[in-house]
């Protein structure tokens, strides 16, 4: 708080204030309804950073020096919550597992069952984990590649305590029972709306960075973030358009019916793919791997390439999951197709980073950092393959609805979302807290085997298990019966559930580990001249003088 000027805590104050009279205000009419629970938890929230502000509030005025240095704390905050929902997530996530081989591991509790930790694994994985690891590297990289401090101090403070805000209220909600029921976006309508607002901010935030650059051009990371900023919004808005009960109650009902609601989810459920789980952690992949590999990406123009034809293409695939039910043909035909030509852009990427590793094969063996991104362009390129066949409508037809699906989705979210943020995190935060290293390299090296071996355990579980289900599912006997029953296909999922479950423990071992050799690595001392030409071109725009390394 030290870095923020006198109105700047002003400001902050102001709004936290309003944050406190909305969550006493939420807590009223709420009353006994899980919304009056949100409301008191939104009053303790403010109120906690309120109580910071003000301990700091007649704090000496920050000096125009400031303006010479990147921003960097709140890329540290994100990073400390990016570890703290990744060891959460990933272990509600082995919970839920677990539950499917031992059902009695829900303890008879209502809160604990299957059907309210998913979700609170799911959007503690990819909202609190993803999602605070997108926002804080897309701070650290917007800065860097635009030789600009980020566009003012308040807002990135805003844009992280308002999206954790978000974070704990659904999450919170889903063991309450609250939720929409929709696939990625299961929050009620209050959380929706305040996520907006958050977003909002984000994206001006973003922008006006981008427009006080001192460079001329707009490095390619920075296509993908502000494609994951814009379309996620959109997805947002037009996915959860609901109305409420009433004001003072968390259960609302979708403006969309029917078939309708269905082929909307989709279209944004899989566009969550498309441009937060692949845009945004593309945007670290071309920021990242370079510097690791310490190499130029192979291609440039093939860089473009992949991401007009990503954000093009996508856009159309999301009626893909939905063969076989009551959407007309030709939008089935519609999402098949552009799913397979999706194929092209998103090997484009996988292989432009491969590529980018030739004359560097060296570094991939003797760096575990630069083999956690090696590894998530692989799986990318596995993913995205897999993606696109499994799409065509033949092939849907034995995996939908199996455990193959899982074994897909969890190929991309383990091996291609997890290792790039693991591989860019350990190359953040030695730069941005100025150590020489990560603490222990040794300890990398574990966390790279724990993840892969783990992550390789899951998905040939679940591969083996979804094709057996969907075999076995679709066998009949000469007279036209099914030959096995649903109980019969359960029982054949036994061990694969228990291998599923062993290796996403593996995969929480290896995030504990990171998060261990994170925390060694801020409590070691800084390094002398650390990076000392990490600072921003300073003009006169900033109130400063020119910086000394211009």
């Not at 929706?192 to 901010?201: E, M, P, R, Y």
């Not at 814009?230 to 037009?238: E, F, G, N, P, T």
């Not at 078939?259 to 989810?265: G, I």
């Not at 440039?300 to 856009?315: A, D, P, V």
């Amino acid at each position: 708080m030290g870095q923020l000027t006198t109105g700047e805590r002003q400001f902050a104050c102001v709004i936290l204030v309003v944050l406190m009279i909305l969550g006493i205000t939420m807590s009223v009419a709420g009353r006994f309804d899980p919304m009056g629970v949100h409301g008191t938890m939104v009053f303790l929230y403010s109120g906690a950073l309120f109580w910071w502000i003000v301990t700091t509030f007649f704090g000496k005025e920050p000096d125009a020096s400031r303006f010479a240095c990147y921003y960097d704390h709140p890329i540290k905050v994100g990073v400390a919550l990016t570890m703290l929902w990744a060891v959460f997530g990933m272990f509600i996530g082995v919970w839920a597992a677990a539950q499917l081989a031992w059902p009695s591991l829900n303890f008879d509790m209502a809160w604990s069952s299957f059907g309210r930790i998913r979700p609170a694994h799911t959007t503690g994985v990819i909202f609190g984990f993803g999602g605070n690891a997108i926002i804080a590297t897309s701070f650290h990289v917007v800065q860097r590649t635009s030789r600009a401090r980020l566009a003012d101090q308040l807002s990135p403070w805003f844009v992280i305590f308002g999206y954790n805000l978000f974070c704990l209220i659904a999450v919170s909600g889903y063991f309450m029972g609250v939720t929409q029921s929709k696939e990625y976006a299961e929050a009620e309508w209050y959380a929706d709306i305040w996520l907006v607002v958050v977003w909002v901010v984000y994206f001006v935030l973003f922008v006006r960075t981008l427009a006080r650059r001192k460079e001329p051009h707009i490095y390619v990371a920075n296509w993908y973030y502000l494609a994951f900023i814009i379309v996620v919004a959109i997805l947002h808005i037009v996915n959860n358009l609901a109305v409420p009960v009433s004001f003072g109650h968390a259960k609302s009902y979708t403006v969309w019916s029917g078939v309708q609601d269905a082929m909307v989810q989709w279209w944004y459920g899989h566009n969550a793919v498309a441009f937060f789980l692949t845009a945004g952690f593309l945007g670290m992949l071309y920021y990242y791997l370079p510097i690791r590999a310490q190499r130029p990406i192979f291609s440039y123009r093939l860089s473009i390439i992949s991401f007009w034809g990503i954000t093009f293409f996508y856009m159309w695939a999301g009626s893909h999951h939905l063969h076989y039910t009551a959407l007309p043909l030709w939008v089935q035909n519609l999402g098949m197709t552009f799913s397979v030509m999706l194929l092209v852009p998103s090997w484009a990427s996988a292989g432009n980073a491969l590529l980018t590793l030739n004359g560097a094969w060296h570094r991939v063996r003797d760096d575990a950092t630069l083999r956690f991104i090696m590894m998530a362009a692989f799986f990318y390129g596995l993913s995205t393959f897999e993606g696109s066949f499994m799409a065509i409508r033949p092939v849907n037809s034995l995996s939908h609805y199996t455990d193959w699906t899982v074994g897909h989705v969890h190929a991309g979210a383990l091996g291609w979302v997890a290792m790039i943020t693991f591989g860019s995190l350990y190359t953040l935060v030695p730069s941005i807290w100025k150590r020489e290293r990560m603490y222990s390299s040794m300890l990398v090296e574990v966390h790279f085997w724990l993840a892969l071996i783990g992550t390789l355990i899951y998905v040939f579980a679940m591969w083996n298990s979804g094709i057996i289900q969907g075999l076995m599912w679709r066998t009949y006997s000469p007279d036209n019966t099914l030959v096995y029953s649903f109980v019969d296909s359960l029982l054949a999922m036994y061990p694969y559930y228990i291998a599923r479950t062993f290796g996403g423990l593996l995969f929480l071992i290896g995030a504990i580990v990171a998060s261990f050799n994170i925390w060694m690595t801020v409590r070691m001392v800084p390094a002398p001249d650390h990076a000392s030409s990490d600072v921003p071109l300073v003009t006169e725009a900033y109130g400063a003088a020119t910086s000394p390394a211009e």
